[in-house]
């Protein structure tokens, strides 16, 4: 262990809580924490099987096979924990898509997908006999699988899909084909050259008839030799801005037959005689999807978390300018821009942690109800999933490049973790859903609750709009935490109604609905997007409030802190809002500056503290910049000097090491060719013999010249003298 750097040390002792209970508080209890430690202990266990040349210098090709290379040593280690009960299916989750997963596999794995999506899908769309057949192979990984729903042609737009399965009766068979060049299935993980069984979303006929999109388990590889079976059409989709490491594939068929029963048929089938059965329920696939979304936000919590915790250490390093004449250059930390640009982070990664572990909660009673066949809650819960999924995904994203340029051009490096931190977390505005259209999902749902205001009881995350719409709800500003919230309710509900109003004029005036709602859809996504910021604020001041009970006084005054911290940040942010929807005056706002930036100064002196609580290990965190003991220059140059550019100064070394083994010859060189034992008649040398005498042979040879036999040439008399004298 290397010293601690003597600022980073000097944080941490003027700490005013005890890191070890908000690390308990963040891991829901000690018991959590040791399972936590325990499933680190072994992952990390080989981490020398995972170093190597970094990973920017490899080739694309390299980069795979280093991937497939680290997957089979860390899917291992988690089958092995498996065996032992340290962990189940969610578990994977945190080897495949948390930070454990991406300290060992930092760009992704190609055997990911099999793991987050093709198993869940035969366990949620496969009947009895289908989990029976496949799960346990799918389980020991004796077949590979993918999930390749997303075309050329479409993403979003689900029922455009244009892969076919159509059944064959005669056969039994389904036929699957794709029939142009945007049919291609595009992005699945781990299709490329990785999976030989895929889960593939496409559009079903029988007797004549499209049936709409339903899922297939289709073998796209021989099992032996791992050759594309005929009619498949299959490989990499190619470089991208992160998870190079993912393998995503393209894959397309030629009228490609697979047998009847590889329809997934828990909720459709397909009879012998080609006769569709219809789902029982629609919308029962939305579980699937609420739960991938609550797991994304998780995610999220986990690279934010990684992100703030390298900033916020190299903030307490780093020293620039001075802001005295005379004094010591300053830490960068105590500028309050740069406090500015981190300590939100901190906050977002508390409120985000909190909302989700409440989503789970809802998400397991609301998967209960469904079992009892109670849908009342589904749409509630679908359009919070979808909200929560994109303002978090869009957040951290954001968050993440700041704590980039909040690094200066440190967090340029590669080795900071950052950009490939930022690759990570930017692709998750786009898979599991759009954000945009996630947030016009969520705008839907809250669009017809205000119409049916007056006429049902809300469900909880919205009961909200019925008070905040009543005429003394806001009649009067208070800079209050609570205040700020009710005031963001307040702009909540008058921005949906304001475009409910807009819609409904636009159709008065002859417009579509679908055409007004396109029109309006820029203030829609704002109203979905305030609608979150409520949730998520609400949540995590409650919570707060909640565990205050239990925790520490110092604890409880630092989580107030970043309660408020994150309050009053999104309050400023949506200022103008406030400013339209409250009656919130100049005054208030320009106190509510003052109010930031004291509980920026009060946060100042636990800042590392705060960061130290989130417990990310070194090998977790992969950055020259953040490390537990702050040597931060000496990783930079540790990591730079493994750049295959600076391996040329090794023929320097080379050459130095050659010189000295020289020197070291030297003594016994005469000694050396002597043992070689050849007479001076076989050197027959003038410079080499026995004796030495090299000066003297060398005349004695020169002197047997037959030129020196005769003092003149007679050429000398016959030209060169005439030549001199200008006579020739
Ligand atoms: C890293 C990564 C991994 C992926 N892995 C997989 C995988 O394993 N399997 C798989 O099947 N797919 C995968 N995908 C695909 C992913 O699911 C899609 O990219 C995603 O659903 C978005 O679809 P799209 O790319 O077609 O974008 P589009 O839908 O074309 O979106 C493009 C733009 O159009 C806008 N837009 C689209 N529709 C609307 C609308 N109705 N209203 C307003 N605006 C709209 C969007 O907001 C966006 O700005 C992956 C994608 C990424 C980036």
């Known amino acids: 262990m290397h010293k601690i750097n003597e600022d980073l040390q000097k944080e941490r002792d003027k700490c005013s809580f005890n890191i070890q209970d908000l690390i308990t508080l963040i891991d829901g209890g000690p018991e ?36 497939i290379r680290n997957s089979v040593v860390a899917f291992s280690l988690v089958r092995k924990m498996q065996e032992e009960g340290k962990t189940s299916i969610n578990n994977y989750r945190d080897v495949v898509g948390g930070l454990l997963g991406s300290s060992v596999l930092r760009d992704g794995s190609p055997l990911g997908l099999h793991y987050i999506m093709f198993m869940p899908a035969i366990l949620n769309q496969g009947n009895e006999e289908q989990q029976e057949k496949w799960l346990p192979r799918a389980w020991n990984c004796s077949i590979i699988g993918s999930y390749a729903q997303t075309e050329l042609g479409h993403g979003t737009f689900i029922r455009g899909l244009e892969t076919t399965a159509t059944y064959d009766a005669a056969t039994k068979q389904f036929v699957l084909h794709s029939p142009t060049l945007t049919a291609y299935k595009w992005w699945p993980g781990g299709l490329g050259q990785t999976a030989n069984y895929c889960i593939v979303v496409a559009q079903l ?39 190079n490491a993912v393998n995503n594939g393209f894959l397309g068929f030629d009228n490609f037959r697979i047998p009847r029963t590889n329809m997934l048929m828990k909720h459709a089938q397909v009879l012998e005689d080609g006769t569709y059965v219809k789902s029982r329920h629609s919308k029962l696939n939305y579980g699937a999807m609420v739960f991938v979304r609550v797991v994304i936000v998780f995610d999220m919590v986990n690279y934010l978390s990684k992100a703030v915790t390298i900033a916020t250490r190299f903030s307490a390093v780093r ?63 679908h359009a919070l999933a979808c909200c929560l999924k994109a303002v978090t995904t869009a957040d951290t994203a954001a968050c993440v490049e700041r704590c980039r340029l909040a690094c200066g051009g440190h967090g340029y490096m590669m080795s900071s973790s950052l950009p490939l931190t930022y690759g990570l977390v930017t692709a998750a505005c786009t898979y599991e859903g759009e954000n945009t259209v996630l947030l016009l999902q969520t705008a839907r749902f809250l669009v017809k609750t205000y119409q049916q205001l007056d006429s049902k009881a809300l469900t909880p995350t919205v009961a909200y709009f019925k008070s905040a719409a009543a005429e003394k709800f806001c009649d ?35 417009m579509t609905f679908e055409d007004a709602w396109n029109m309006t859809s820029v203030q829609l996504v704002a109203a979905a ?32 802190q970043l309660a408020e911290l994150y309050c009053i940040y999104w309050a400023l942010e949506k200022l103008s809002d406030l400013l339209l929807y409250t009656p919130i005056s100049q005054k208030e706002v320009e106190s509510l500056r003052l109010w930031y930036e004291e509980t920026l100064t009060k946060l100042r002196p636990n ?54 083994t020289l020197t070291k010859l030297r003594p016994n060189a005469v000694g050396l060719v002597d ?21 003297e042979r060398l005349m004695e040879e020169a002197m047997k010249s037959p030129l020196n036999a005769e003092p003149v040439n007679h050429t000398f008399h016959k030209y060169l003298k005439p030549f001199m004298q200008g006579k020739l």
């Open 32 to 67: 959590k924490t040791r399972e936590r430690k325990d499933r680190e202990n072994v992952m990390l266990s080989k981490r020398e099987v995972f170093d190597g040349v970094p990973e920017e210098y490899l080739s694309h090709k390299e980069r795979y096979e280093n991937a």
């Open 205 to 243: 006929y029988t007797k004549g008839q499209c049936h709409g999109i339903h899922s297939f388990i289709i073998q796209v590889r021989d099992e032996e030799t791992h050759m594309p079976l005929p009619g498949i059409k299959i490989g990499e989709i190619g470089a991208k801005l992160g998870l």
């Open 319 to 381: 020293r620039q300018c001075q802001l005295k004449a005379g004094e010591t250059e300053c830490q960068i930390l105590d500028y309050v821009t740069q406090q500015h640009k981190l300590f939100v982070s901190i906050a977002a990664a508390h409120a985000f942690r909190i909302t989700a572990n409440n989503l789970w909660l809802t998400f397991n009673e609301v998967n209960e109800q469904l079992s009892e066949g109670n849908l009342q809650r589904l749409p509630e819960l």
């Open 476 to 510: 009067s500003w208070t800079n209050t935490t609570e205040g700020i919230i009710r005031g963001l309710q307040v702009v909540a509900m008058r921005k949906i109604a304001h475009c409910v109003i807009v819609m409904t004029n636009r159709v008065s005036k002859g």
């Open 529 to 560: 997007e305030a609608h979150c910021r409520v949730i998520i604020m609400s949540t995590f001041l409650e919570e707060v409030k909640e565990m205050s009970r239990t925790i520490s006084p110092k604890l409880k005054e630092v989580l107030h």
């Open 607 to 660: 800042a590392v503290g705060l960061v130290d609580a989130f417990d990310l290990r070194d090998e977790m965190l992969q950055s020259t910049l953040g490390s537990y003991d702050g040597r931060v220059y000496e990783r930079l140059m540790e990591e730079a000097m493994k750049s295959p550019l600076n391996a040329e100064p090794e023929v320097e070394s080379l050459r130095l090491w050659y010189e000295e």
């Open 675 to 695: 043992a070689f034992d050849l007479r001076d008649e076989m050197l027959q040398s003038t410079l080499g013999s026995y004796d030495g005498r090299v000066y």
